[in-house]
C-alpha cells in the first residue's frame, strides 16, 4: 500500500534520498501538507549566494576571462573558510573538488599554489578539503552519443557519487563542461540529460555542482546568462549562473581609470540568474600576478596568474558638497571650457578645489564632472571665445545653497582626506 505521507527530501540523509529518488513507484498527486513555514530548512548556501547544496551552478565566460583561475580562488575561499572573494561562507570551511579538464597537473599545481601563496593559504588552514585533479590524467566522460543517439555513463555519476560521499565534498568544480562530456554541445536534447543529471547528483550527494562553460561568440557585446555556447539547457538546468564580464572602456571612464592595464585585469561577476535567492550587487575581481620562486641561475621563476576581491573605487571619496559649491561660486566668477583639451579646462578648476592633480588624476577629475553634470549641478552654454569661436562653457546648473554646505574641511584635507561625504554628498 503506498503512503498518504508525503516524502520531505530535505530532512533525509544524502543515501537515504538517493534511494528514494530512484526507486519506481506510481504517479500519484500528493496534497499540500501545509507546513509550518518556520519549521521548513533553510536553503543551503556554501559561499553567498553562488553555491548552494543540491543545486548546479553555472559559471559562463569567454575566453581569456579567467574562469579558471576564478574558479580556483572559489575553491581555497570553501577549503580554507575564508571569504577571499567577499562573499560569507554560512557553513565555515567545506571540502571541494577541483576536476580542471584541460591542463595537467603540474600546471595546475602551479596555479593552486600561485593562488595559496598570493592569499597566504596554508595546509594548517584547510586541512584536507582540498582536492584536485586533472582529466588529463584521470580522465572524465558522463555521457557519449553515436549514431544511436547518447548514452549517459552512469558508473562514472556512481564513481563520482561514492568518492564525493567518502570525502564529505560540498563541492565539485568541473572545469570546462564542454569537456565532461562527448556529445554535441547543440544537442539541447543530450546537454538537457546531461545538466539534469549533474543536478541529480548534486541533490543524492547534498553538494554543489559548479560547471564551468564557454560563451558563444558575442561580436563584442557583455556577456549574459543566456549566451552560453551550443544548448540553453545547461543554463536552464543551472539554479545560479555565473556571467563573467572584463571591465569595458565605458566603465572604466565611469570609475576614472586611465591605465589600460588595469582595466584589463579587471572582471566583474554579474549573478545573471539566481532562482534561489535575490540577485546579488556585481562583484569586482582583480587578476593579478604570483611569481613561484621556482626559478634557478639558468631559468627565471614562473608567473602565474590569481584572483582576488577589487572594490570599486569612489570618486567622491573625500568629497562633499563644500567642494561643489566652491566650484559653482568660482565657475560664476570665470569663464571655463568643457572640452578637457582647452587650457581652461573646468577640470583644472575642480582639481584645484579638491586638492587633486589635472593630470595625475584626470580620469577621476572627468568621472565627478560626468556625474554633477548628469545630476544638474554644472551645464553648459555656447558663447564666443576671445577669438570669436562659438564654443561650450561650463556653467552652474543648480546652485548649491550655502545653507547646504555644512562645515567646509580644514584646508590642509581638501580633496583625499576630506572625508566630509554622507548626507551632504552631492551625488
Partial sequence: MLSSEPLDFAALQPDEAAARINRPSALRATPYRWPDPASLPRRQWLLGHWLLRGEVTAIIAPGGTGKSTIGNAIALCLASGQPLL????????????????????????????????YHGIGPDDCGNRLHLDSGLVQPLCTASEDRDGFTLAEDVFAQLAATIRDLGIATVIVDPFVSSHAVRESSNEAIDA????????????????????????????????EDGRGAVALRDAARVVLPLNAMSQAEAEELGITDPALRRSLVRVDTGKANRAPPDAATWIKLESQCLDNGDGSEPADYVGVACLWEKPDVFHGLSTWHLYMVQQRLAAGDWRESVQAKDWVGHLVADVAGLSAEADKGRIKAILRTWFRNGALATEHRRDAKGNDRPFVIVGNPVEHSEIGRPPHPEKWGGESGEGGEDDPR
Avoid: M, Y
Fill in 86 to 117: 567577499g562573499k560569507p561562507l554560512h557553513r565555515g570551511p567545506q571540502a571541494v573538488w577541483i576536476f580542471n579538464l584541460e591542463d595537467g597537473t603540474d600546471e595546475l599545481e602551479r596555479q593552486l599554489s600561485a593562488a595559496c601563496a
Fill in 194 to 225: 546531461i545538466a539534469k543529471r549533474w543536478k541529480r547528483l548534486a541533490q543524492e550527494t547534498g553538494c554543489a555542482v559548479v560547471l564551468v562553460h564557454h560563451t558563444k561568440k558575442l561580436g563584442g557585446r557583455e556577456v549574459t546568462a
